[in-house]
């Protein structure tokens, strides 16, 4: 008997050995769990900041639907060349010969093959020190430590093989929030009721109900008269795509097409005789809500969502006659072609240090929280949900105008949670307006902020919700990224960093406008500054006394500077060991003299360009934001927390 007991002892701890040499143990400083497009931007960015970080992905493809997924066409932000998205288009521009060149399509100005995508992220990240990618390493579970998010357990597809990362901080950029949902993180899944969010869009009740997804197929034109037609899928109709273009359109209860097939495919035209079906409405798109099964069977359902756009291949090479389209043999290391992940519109939400509903991009500088002056990543888009082929889904989400707007860094930070950022989509949003938010260009820059976030706080040990709001918005204006929408001072302009940070303070408010595909939120640089307004928008800084004028003098506005350093004791004087060197120019203001001042702010409006000169002068917007941002500079002034609030 204690021979026996002996054995097994020496059995077990011969396993156990066995299973911890199969297991390996790996530690870094950032953890980013999937290389979705917020996931590769986001591990690019923290190791730019001198952070060791690694990047664990499932497949072998960087980019998540971007590149993997195949939705290889920017919706939005054209305008709005912000950070690692601004970046990324410039090398496609390289690649194909200018921007030209890429808006081959009507959905987009810039259109392009998946793996050109995928081999920019990858030189991108190969050029990048402190970055290791770990491919074919599926999330398995998060690991926990008295409430903190340690690291994450993964599983190598190949071998098998077992390792645990240990990171100071994980990034949840897997396409439908795995992570959060694994370490028990509180979020929300479908539609919340009016009653939650006070948005008057979704008036209905609070459902369960996500997003149409897409299993996206790249065609390319093999040239006319070959035929590349599929065998016929199983259950084919055409009727089932009727209505799709007026080329077969018999169903008159049916909404009528606006185009015909050509134009139709044109919608996703590629370089290179190329096009991405993503078409929606009696298209491609399927309803499938497979966010909370596990792995495996979400793999079992995806082939219906296959299976449908098989349907509706062999339908445009059958029914439209395209024969001679068939499914790319240069894009996929797949059997099938098919890309190696689908579209995920939707994901969980997690509920944030603050919620970003539709309020905050309609009226951002009316509301009682000013979310706007947190922003870490901007957008154009409008609220486009998709819900077609869910018949007890709302069909009132096709198209909600909005203006361009930014998003708040707390949404990214988990309420009660340490250790853990989210990213992709999965950030705090209502459910609305997750109908802009998870879309390509701006997942990027969720990414890039949320990789901004996690190396700071590594680097000083501190949760993330402790970091200096103003720290990761500065570092992110290093990077050429916006934190303010603004349309009319576009990122090449001279003064683009200046009218950021004014703007984020709130002393000069924007406009917002709807205005289609494209939205704006205007700085109106040129317009004079309102001074009845700035006496309430600068409140926070400087007490302003009213005044009978309309408008801001030059010869006023340095009284407001002198009165400002002196409120918020900034002792300056020109040959002080204390004073400021500013990152505007290189003066060094005297801001205790106003004739000195004067003459230091007269000098510099030459080298700012400002042309004429006279004390008397009403200023303009965009002069006050160059000369407030220079001298006295409010945006590092005072931190703000997540609500938006200046710290006093």
């Known amino acids: 008997m204690k021979n026996k007991f002996r054995l097994l002892l020496c059995l077990f701890a011969s396993l156990s050995i066995q299973t911890i040499r199969a297991q390996k143990v790996v530690t870094t400083d950032v953890l980013v769990v999937g290389a979705s497009a917020s996931g590769i931007a986001a591990g690019i960015q923290s190791a730019r900041l001198g952070v060791p970080t690694i990047i664990a992905e499932s497949s072998t493809w960087l980019g998540g639907m971007i590149t993997a997924a195949g939705v290889c066409a920017f919706d939005g ?22 921007p030209s060149k890429v808006a081959t399509g009507w959905v987009s100005n810039t259109l392009f093959e998946p793996h050109v995508g995928d081999s920019i992220f990858k030189t991108m990240a190969a050029s990048t020190q402190n970055l290791t990618i770990k491919y074919q390493w599926q999330f398995q579970k998060t690991i926990i430590e008295n409430g903190v998010i340690k690291g994450a357990e993964f599983t190598q597809t190949l071998t098998g093989e077992k390792s645990i990362v240990y990171a100071k901080q994980v990034v949840d950029a897997t396409e439908l929030g795995d992570v959060i949902a694994s370490a028990g993180i509180p979020y929300d899944l479908g539609m919340e009721s009016n009653d939650i969010t006070q948005e008057n869009v979704h008036k209905g009740p609070s459902n369960n109900i996500v997003q149409d997804i897409t299993y996206v197929a790249i065609l390319k034109d093999y040239g006319l ?13 055409p009727d089932e795509f009727d209505g799709a273009s007026t080329n077969y359109y018999f169903n008159l209860l049916r909404q009528k097409p606006s185009v015909d097939a050509q134009k139709m495919l044109n919608y996703g035209k590629l370089p290179n005789n190329k096009y991405m079906i993503n078409w929606p409405g009696y298209g491609n798109d399927i309803y499938l809500n497979i966010v909370e099964m596990k792995e495996e069977d979400r793999q079992k359902e995806l082939i219906k969502a296959k299976e449908q756009t098989l349907r509706f291949i062999y339908f445009i090479q059958h029914q439209l006659g395209f024969k001679h389209l068939g499914l790319a043999d240069d894009e996929y290391p797949t059997k099938d072609r098919f890309p190696l992940i689908p579209y995920h519109r939707e994901s969980r939400r997690v509920k944030g240090l603050v919620r970003m509903d539709i309020n905050h991009i309609a009226k951002p500088f009316q509301i009682t929280n000013p979310l706007y002056r947190t922003g870490i990543a901007v957008g154009d888009y409008p609220i486009d949900h998709h819900h077609k082929k869910n018949p007890e889904a709302p069909q009132h989400l096709d198209f909600y105008g909005v203006p361009s707007f930014n998003i708040p860094l707390g949404v990214l930070i988990p ?53 200096s709001i103003r720290r990761v918005q500065n570092e992110l204006l290093q990077t050429n990224a916006y934190i303010m929408p603004y349309f009319d001072l576009p990122l090449l302009h001279p003064h683009f960093e200046a009218v ?136 590092n002034l005072k931190q703000v927390n997540h609500q938006g609030i200046i710290i006093e």
């Open 225 to 237: 008269g070959k035929d590349c037609t599929i065998v016929r899928p199983a259950k084919y109709n």
């Open 77 to 98: 932000n054209h305008n709005l060349p912000s950070g690692i998205f601004g970046e990324f288009r410039s090398a496609l521009y390289k690649v194909y010969g200018g």
């Open 415 to 467: 309420a009660n949670n340490s250790g853990i950022i989210a990213a992709e989509k999965s950030i705090s949003v209502s459910n609305v307006v997750n109908g802009t938010t998870r879309l390509q260009a701006i997942a990027l820059l969720i990414g890039q902020a949320a990789g901004t976030l996690a190396a700071t706080a590594a680097k000083e040990n501190i949760p993330a919700e402790k970091v």
């Open 500 to 635: 950021q940070k004014i703007g984020a303070t709130g002393v000069l408010k924007g406009q917002g406008v709807p205005t289609g595909w494209a939205n704006r939120t205007y700085f109106h640089p040129d317009s004079l500054v309102n001074r009845n307004q700035l006496v309430k928008d600068i409140a926070p800084y400087n007490t302003l006394k009213e005044s009978q004028h309309k408008t801001l003098l030059l010869s006023e506005a340095i009284d407001l500077i002198i009165q400002m350093a002196a409120e918020n004791k900034i002792i300056d004087t020109k040959n002080s060991k204390n004073s400021i060197q500013t990152t505007a120019s290189n003066y060094k203001w005297s801001l205790q003299n106003k004739p000195l001042l004067t003459k230091q702010i007269k000098a510099a409006w030459v080298d700012w360009k400002f042309g004429y000169f006279d004390e008397q002068m009403p200023l303009t917007r965009l002069e006050f934001a160059v000369i407030l941002n220079a001298t006295i500079d409010p945006f």
